[in-house]
T-cell receptor, first 112, second 113 residues
Framework: SQTIHQWPATLVQPVGSPLSLECTVE??????LYWYRQAAGRGLQLLFY??????ISSEVPQNLSASRPQDRQFILSSKKLLLSDSGFYLC???????????FGQGTRLTVV | DQQVKQNSPSLSVQEGRISILNCDYT??????FLWYKKYPAEGPTFLIS?????DKNEDGRFTVFLNKSAKHLSLHIVPSQPGDSAVYFC????????????FGSGTQLTVLP
């Protein structure tokens, strides 16, 4: 069966520090991968998606970037965090024939 | 511009009664609609979905209704249970290789015992 791992679960980082969140999927090949953010009191906003290795599409301009160095690995990064980057970050995957996406457990990022 | 809207941020229902969660969308090209349930500090879990070629899909206590002319969908939970208390997100997707989901802002459902 397929599983998705996302870490760390919580992270407190100072303003201006770098960020690297990692997500890996097991049990499937060539998944579509997604990064979402849930800001406090708001819905889920799509940040990036990837349909293959090295292919990244950005949905909103921001202080973040994403990379897909391997088929089942998706990384969210920032060179310098802002206070407004605080939120709950969720990684998700979907197979080509699937209609629903499956989410990881999320990372609570607090920028102080 | 929000393409998927959930206008009720919260809903309280008595245990055993029906919960009705509503969702509106603006993009008539959406061809698949989904509901997710989310507990605090966890990722959303898939609940039920419906294709745009249908107007109703039922799975146990959960039923999703789709009204394409009104661009409206709803989730009915009958009977509601305290364990159903969570944030419910509706989502929509377009055909295409990525099929990314566009989410609403969520509705906090509280089922009172």
């Amino acid at each position: 069966s397929q599983t998705i791992h996302q870490w760390p679960a919580t992270l407190v980082q100072p303003v201006g520090s770098p960020l690297s969140l990692e997500c890996t999927v097991e049990g499937t090949s060539n998944p579509n991968l997604y990064w979402y953010r849930q800001a406090a009191g708001r819905g889920l906003q799509l940040l990036f998606y990837s349909v293959g290795i090295g292919q990244i599409s950005s949905e909103v301009p921001q202080n973040l970037s994403a990379s897909r160095p391997q088929d089942r690995q998706f990384i969210l990064s920032s060179k310098k965090l802002l206070l407004s980057d605080s939120g709950f970050y969720l990684c998700a995957w979907r197979g080509d024939s699937d209609t629903e996406a499956f989410f990881g457990q999320g990372t609570r990022l607090t920028v102080v | 511009d929000q393409q998927v809207k959930q206008n009720s941020p919260s809903l309280s229902v008595q245990e055993g009664r029906i919960s009705i969660l509503n969702c509106d969308y603006t993009n008539s090209m959406f061809d698949y609609f989904l509901w997710y349930k989310k507990y605090p500090a966890e990722g959303p879990t898939f609940l039920i979905s419906i294709s745009s070629i249908k107007d109703k899909n039922e799975d146990g206590r959960f039923t999703v209704f789709l009204n394409k002319s009104a661009k409206h969908l709803s989730l009915h939970i009958v009977p509601s249970q305290p364990g159903d208390s969570a944030v419910y997100f509706c989502a929509a997707s377009l055909s295409g290789s990525a099929r990314q989901l566009t989410f609403g802002s969520g509705t906090q459902l509280t089922v009172l015992p």
